[in-house]
């Protein structure tokens, strides 16, 4: 059962906010509101614990709805139940919270853990493309979940991620050429490659092994919230380690210049 509506952004919380700004901009701007399904149905369930949005759940879709909306990329209804502030200017009171909240270890603690989260996500989704674009499966792309679970995990930057599944995809599709592509244990190759990867790159064997997106804006609005609010974030997110110190540091050069007006 939903808890009862937030009266303002403030009542909603930074991770509220976050994940309601990336639900919103994902609406509006054709993203994913995560970078993987999985995550973004986490972000639409809190949403709908805290009561600002209703989702048809456990049914898979409303027959009749007529101000329900859908998300662009993962095909998921909802519909808006926060009357708080008009829809219209949604985003831009999430704007004015961003911009004014003040940053403390509470707030760089949420900030931290979301970027966490976010993390495995990231390398994921680019794990899948790369299968997608060598013609596997794209659902093998969460075995980097149980890779990421297993093995360094957080000791690799998200760029590292990508080289590590860049690679290991690399590695079966020369299996699948030499012993075609429903060769026994090409899923398992892959896998296998993949933590291998990551284990010699963690150990320094290969430490300028990573790959960064070219535009480091992400491509998810959840992405994009957690650089949005920790301003200045820009390529960070892509090679460094979730942080305190990293967030702390955007937190005061953020405060400098809105103190500057």
Not at 22 to 40: D, F, V
Not at 177 to 191: E, H, K, V
Request: proline share 7%; net charge negative; glycine share 6%.
């Amino acid at each position: 059962m939903a808890s009862p509506a937030p009266a303002t952004v403030d009542e909603l919380g930074l991770q509220g906010c976050l994940y309601l700004w990336a639900l919103l901009t994902g609406q509006t701007r054709r993203l994913p509101i995560a970078p993987t399904k999985r995550m973004s149905l986490v972000v639409m369930a809190l949403l709908q614990d805290h009561g600002v949005i209703e989702v048809p759940w456990p049914e898979t879709r409303w027959e009749f709805k007529p101000d329900a909306q859908i998300t662009p990329i993962e095909g998921l209804q909802w519909r808006l139940a926060w009357t708080v502030y008009e829809p219209g200017r949604l985003l831009e009171a999430l704007d004015d919270y961003f911009d004014t909240l003040e940053q403390t270890d509470f707030t760089v603690a949420i900030g931290v853990r979301l970027w966490s989260d976010l993390a495995p996500a990231e390398a994921e989704r680019y794990f899948e493309q790369q299968l997608v674009k060598h013609r596997f499966a794209a659902d093998w792309a969460q075995d980097l979940a149980f890779a990421y679970r297993e093995g360094p995990g957080a000791q690799l930057t998200i760029a590292q991620w990508r080289y590590c599944g860049w690679a290991a995809v690399r590695r079966g599709a020369s299996v699948a050429m030499q012993n075609g592509p429903q060769a026994d244990g090409l899923r398992d190759s892959i896998y296998q490659e993949l933590k291998r990867r990551a284990a010699a790159v963690a150990s320094g064997v290969w430490p300028n092994c990573s790959f960064s997106p070219t535009n480091p804006l992400p491509e998810s609005g959840l992405g994009r919230a957690i650089v949005r609010w920790a301003s200045g974030l820009g390529a960070l997110y892509w090679t460094s380690s979730p942080s305190e110190e990293i967030l702390l540091c955007h937190a005061r050069a953020k405060a400098q210049r809105l103190s500057a007006f």
